[in-house]
């Protein structure tokens, strides 16, 4: 049987790890991995058998380079992060040149991506939601404090974050005073005052400048609890929930969150590799988010006895999952650590030219932060290594 050949596009450092439970799977199988990215010292490439540099294209150009690099490099199975709303859009595209893409649907892609349009649609489990509220402008936001009330604005801290984000980015908590002296000094802290939203929205809206969709919202209870999903049209195949409290964390859940794990597959017709995360608002959980890729934290899975990454690429090709392979045993303790990662013995990285233009390459770099409800892994050069946090 010859080597399954498989291509990871941009992704999170720590899919390194990811890509090694795919070449450890416990069938024997053999495997040629690809792997593209803008950062030429991104971790994951030193996980691949090859790695490429990729162009800066968004949208449908993208996709066009997409297919022509699975063409070139005759890929079977294609697992995408980057323009993955894109590839989606296009699956018939991918499936016609005989490439299985490991990705949900673009239906769903499309919703999940906007926060406030998944919380909309859940009509039928308001139980799930917690508060929220959605503003443009500085009339909005003056009538969403209103609206929370000093109660709440006391009972938890107010968050900011952006319908449509990832990772931390825009995540800001409201606080009702300017710094202290203590908050000076100590850990720095993303954190702004009711008046300076209040003024930066006044002045986009005096310079005509577009506010996109913000939510305000509490700061939800911990534990975080993150379940990561192996999905086939709408059914659970495996799921393995990871419980997050500071550095500790449990491959364990309340009981309550697998039903709604299953619950929330079968009503947004999930598919592949998801990630659903929950907190608590007074003493029930409900959904933070759902993550329409793998999570950076994938990897940590393995500790329950189950290779989530081999089995979507098993799923991808149209294998049957036996129950052995999918069923997790639950109840492991542990913390990450960050960990380095040797580039000097790692593949040259190579340039995919057809079709290039000139200045195309010469992408920027990306960098992929985490916050409460992400999985995200930064990754920092140190000298001739990388350092993944995988934490």
Known sequence: MSAVRIWFNRNFATNMHTLTQIRENSEGRSVTLFGSHVDVSSPMLAACDHAFLEPPYVGDEYVDYALDF???????????VLAQEAIAQRIEDFTAAGVRVIAPT???????????????SLTS???LVPPWREITGSAEFSQALVEFGEDLHHEAKLVLKPSRGVGADGVRFLVPDKPSLASLLGPVEPIVTPEEVLRVLESAESLGIHVPPVLVMPYLQRPEISVDVLARDGKVVVAVPRVKAGRDRVLDCDPE?????H?????FGLHALVNLQFRYWRGRPVLLEINTRPAGGLFQTQLAGVNIPWLAVK????????????????GAKYVTVT???????????????SGLAAGDLTPDPIHHAADEGSDGAEFTEVGPVVGVDAG
């Open 70 to 80: 699975c063409s070139q490099n005759r890929i079977e199975v294609f697992l995408p």
């Open 106 to 120: 673009h239906a769903s892609i499309a919703l999940l991506a906007d926060k406030a349009a998944t919380y909309r």
């Open 125 to 127: 489990r308001p139980d």
């Open 257 to 261: 969150i697998m039903p709604i794990v």
């Open 263 to 267: 619950d929330l597959v079968a009503f």
């Open 315 to 330: 799923t991808a090709l149209g294998e049957e999952i036996t129950a052995a392979e999918s069923t997790p045993v639950l």
């Open 339 to 353: 960990t380095l990662v040797p580039l000097a013995d790692t593949p040259p990285v190579q340039i995919l030219t």
